[in-house]
């Protein structure tokens, strides 16, 4: 285990800004230790850092004034994301006490908050006896320390580090473990430097396997030391972890081109903010509940791929992903971007949209950001951008919950939603808009007609001769396109049909097609 290899990294591991002591921390950490309330398993070698279910936390946001991101966030009030703050702590089973937030031009150095704000911030947390502090947008490391001195020793940590600990309750897969791993990882390099002042204490050099006494001046030598050699290693052990997802990524590509090969289906992702409903809607047209879904932020985090059919006869392949969310950092994207590959080769795109959320506007702009990041127009053939469906779901709300329905954004016809795509012009807007419930079921056989309709769209015409030796082909034509034509020859079958892009192009190597212009 990594943090046990060298425990003045576990001390520094026990929160984005540790205690200055952690009394009773014994030499070589076992595989599960808890110090003031922390707990932490090996998990891929990089430990899980977790509050614990049940702790009382105080929430803190803050509006700011100038931003360079004015226009998405003047949409998206303090209330609003300390509202979602709510949510995601308890999803990870922490109980809020109560909130708080500043206004303010831009954040303090030091303290993020202004020092009047700390003051009653740290008269609250005395009154309350809250046993962390969670604050809504990212902290430096020195700020972390600042407040955690500040705030009498509690646990402070940030909206990234919350969402890393729901991510790593939520992954099943090695490689959501290897992702979350590295995640962290990466989020703590920076803070390791918040070892020292626990270095220098005599809970610091017992974890070393020193006596915890001797003067100040060797302490302080020996931490400098420790801590670079501890940066080492950290550095050493995230980058085998990157390089065993690359190797699981490798796979991952492979069984996509296998699995392309072989069924020749065309994919259909996914996509929405977190708790939209993504999971329930493919259960539902799966007509079983294969995945699983939750009332909960994040209830799925690895991708799922299922087999649906279309009401033709056709089949495509749904693949659902991870859900977004707002401030997201973007190395967080970066180390799930693998689980988003189905995205770059799907044929269509499903927006999920919760339409009965009166955020649900803020929530689109979220997820067409991050979607455009991952997708990129120059990274498209001929920069043609996949289509996409805005499917809005939870319309059964509307009719139970008016209020939201007046005052959210779902009191427009479906025809406007389409200009919601236009923000910042990020992309174009989407191709269609279907309505829709995955609780009643509302809406999808027009959705799943919608589908057929625009992937008919995208077929490729082909003129073929398919060598009788060559059956399993034409089975694929039949199985995946349409054939318009159809003769027999001495040396194998001739036919005119419109096959999805993957089918043309693997029937073009092989010699036996040519695409019509």
């Known amino acids: 285990m990594l943090l046990a290899a060298f425990p003045a990294l576990a001390a520094a591991a026990l929160g984005p800004w540790p205690a200055p002591t952690a009394p009773g921390l014994s030499h070589g950490?076992?595989?599960?230790?808890?110090?003031?309330?922390?707990?932490?398993?090996?998990?891929?070698?990089?430990?899980?850092?977790?509050?614990?279910?049940?702790?009382?936390?105080?929430?803190?946001?803050?509006?700011?004034?100038?931003?360079?991101y004015k226009t998405l966030l003047s949409q998206w009030t303090v209330d609003d994301s300390l509202d979602e703050l709510e949510r995601l702590s308890e999803t990870a089973g922490l109980e809020v006490c109560g909130r708080d937030y500043q206004t303010m031009q831009h954040p303090t150095a030091a303290t993020f908050i202004g020092s009047g704000k700390l003051e009653e911030l740290a008269a609250t947390v005395k009154e309350l006896r809250v046993g962390a502090v969670v604050f809504d947008d990212e902290l430096s490391p020195a700020q972390g320390r600042n407040l955690q001195k500040a705030l009498g020793g509690i646990y402070v940590i940030d909206r990234t580090m919350l969402i890393l600990q729901i991510f790593a309750q939520r992954a099943r897969t090695r490689?959501?473990?290897?992702?979350?791993?590295?995640?962290?990882?990466?989020?703590?390099?920076?803070?390791?430097?918040?070892?020292?002042?626990?270095?220098?204490?005599?809970?610091?050099m017992e974890a070393r396997g020193g006596s915890g006494g001797g003067g100040g001046q060797f302490l302080k030598g020996a931490g400098e030391s420790q801590i670079e050699m501890d940066r080492r290693l950290f550095r050493k052990q995230l980058s085998k972890i990157e390089a065993d997802i690359e190797e699981v990524a490798k796979a991952r590509r492979l069984y996509r081109e296998k699995r392309q090969q072989r069924d020749n289906l065309p994919i259909v992702a996914i996509v929405g903010y977190t708790n939209a409903g993504k999971s329930s809607l493919l259960n539902k047209l799966c007509g079983q509940?294969?995945?699983?879904?939750?009332?909960?932020?994040?209830a799925t985090l690895d991708p799922t791929v299922r087999k649906v059919a279309l009401p033709g006869g056709k089949e495509v392949l749904f693949s659902d992903t991870v859900g977004f969310i707002q401030k997201l950092p973007t190395k967080l994207v970066s180390s799930f971007r693998a689980t988003l590959d189905e995205l770059e080769d799907a044929s269509l795109i499903l927006h999920v949209v919760d339409s009965a959320s009166p955020l649900a506007q803020q929530h689109i702009s979220s997820v067409v950001r991050i979607v455009d990041d991952v997708l990129g127009a120059s990274d498209r053939p001929n920069g043609q951008l996949t289509p996409q469906i805005l499917v809005l779901n939870k319309c059964d709300a509307l009719v139970e919950n008016t209020s939201e329905f007046q005052k959210g954004r779902v009191d427009?016809?479906?025809?406007?939603?389409?200009?919601?795509?236009?923000?910042?012009?990020?992309?174009t807007s989407p191709a269609a808009t279907v309505r829709t419930s995955a609780?009643?079921?509302?809406g999808l056989d027009n959705l799943l007609s919608v589908i057929e309709e625009?992937?008919?769209?995208?077929?490729?015409?082909?003129?073929?001769?398919?060598?009788?030796?060559?059956?399993?082909?034409?089975?694929?034509?039949?199985?995946?396109?349409?054939?318009?034509?159809?003769?027999?020859?001495p040396s194998g079958t001739q036919l005119v049909a419109f096959v999805?892009?993957?089918?043309?192009?693997?029937?073009?190597?092989?010699g036996f097609a040519r695409k019509r212009a």
């Open 412 to 427: 427009l016809n479906v025809d406007d939603w389409a200009d919601l795509y236009q923000l910042d012009s990020l992309t």
């Open 439 to 442: 609780l009643d079921g509302t």
């Open 289 to 298: 509940a294969e995945v699983y879904a939750d009332d909960l932020l994040f």
């Open 29 to 68: 950490l076992p595989r599960a230790v808890s110090l003031r309330g922390i707990r932490m398993q090996g998990s891929f070698g990089a430990e899980s850092i977790t509050i614990p279910r049940g702790t009382t936390v105080y929430l803190v946001g803050a509006q700011i004034k100038r931003t360079k």
């Open 454 to 489: 625009l992937l008919a769209e995208r077929l490729e015409e082909v003129e073929c001769r398919i060598p009788y030796s060559a059956g399993d082909l034409l089975a694929d034509i039949r199985k995946s396109g349409t054939v318009v034509e159809e003769s027999y020859g």
């Open 500 to 510: 999805p892009p993957s089918l043309s192009n693997k029937l073009q190597l092989a």
């Open 175 to 204: 490689e959501a473990k290897l992702q979350v791993a590295a995640a962290r990882m990466q989020y703590m390099l920076p803070r390791l430097q918040t070892m020292s002042g626990f270095l220098t204490t005599g809970a610091g």
